[in-house]
């Protein structure tokens, strides 16, 4: 092979190398971390739960569900729930969803800071105090920036903290320290700085590109060192 070829791979190889090596790591490690760690336990599936199982039956509804639907224009799906003692029908439509309380068919009154920590300890898996509820007017990134929603954080080792709707106080995620941990490096991994969600932005594709190349320059080095073997030939 024209040794031209070999001289040029080298010199790419070498800037490429110098270019990557750091997202490079970057991806080895976030990799290593990403896959060691369960996503129950990034979920904080055994830190709270989002949901538990409804005490009451049917019969614990006893409103009329013809005036609750009268309320809600256009409703595409009904659920029963519950918040504390409190029986919940839930009416979505294209607006988002409507809570009911069970027992008067009145739109359900926004739960109190009380209320709302008593059903984060409800929901809580392990044992913990609450450090700080707060109302919050749009979440963090988190959270998804979701609006009008408390934030409950706890006292433990992961600072596990609930995110609760601040209309009807259903949990709506769990996270701690090892959901942030694992955030840390999805960014690194996928290159989006800012939101990381994008896992089509340029900059990544940028460095995925540079990095074919950098493994198509190494194997051309390889070749540089590659030699058949020779027959031996035999006297006659």
Wanted: charged letters at 15%; one cysteine or more.
């Amino acid at each position: 092979m024209n040794k031209r070829i070999f001289k040029h791979a080298r010199k790419f190889h070498k800037w490429l190398g110098y270019l990557l090596a750091i997202q490079i790591f970057a991806w080895l490690l976030g990799g290593l971390v990403m896959s060691a760690i369960p996503l129950e336990k990034v979920h904080g599936k055994h830190l709270a739960a989002r949901s538990i199982n409804n005490p009451f039956n049917q019969a614990d509804y006893p409103t009329s569900l013809d005036n609750i639907v009268l309320q809600v224009p256009q409703p595409t799906q009904i659920t029963y729930s519950h918040f504390l003692t409190t029986p919940i029908i839930t009416v979505n439509n294209s607006e988002g969803e409507h809570s009911f309380n069970g027992l008067t068919g009145r739109p359900l009154l926004a739960p109190s800071k009380t209320q709302i920590i008593a059903n984060a300890y409800a929901h809580l898996l392990i044992e913990a105090k609450v450090n700080n509820a707060v109302i919050l007017t749009t979440g963090p990134r988190e959270v998804g920036y979701k609006q009008n929603i408390w934030q409950v954080t706890f006292d433990d080792s992961f600072s596990t903290t609930l995110y609760l709707s601040a209309d009807n106080g259903n949990v709506i995620t769990v996270r701690s320290t090892i959901w942030r941990i694992f955030d840390f490096f999805w960014m690194l991994h996928i290159m989006d700085y800012d939101e990381r969600e994008d896992f089509n932005n340029p900059l990544l594709i940028s460095f995925s590109a540079c990095s074919v190349l950098f493994c198509i320059t190494g194997f051309i080095l390889l070749l540089q060192n590659f030699r058949l073997p020779r027959r031996k030939r035999t006297r006659t």
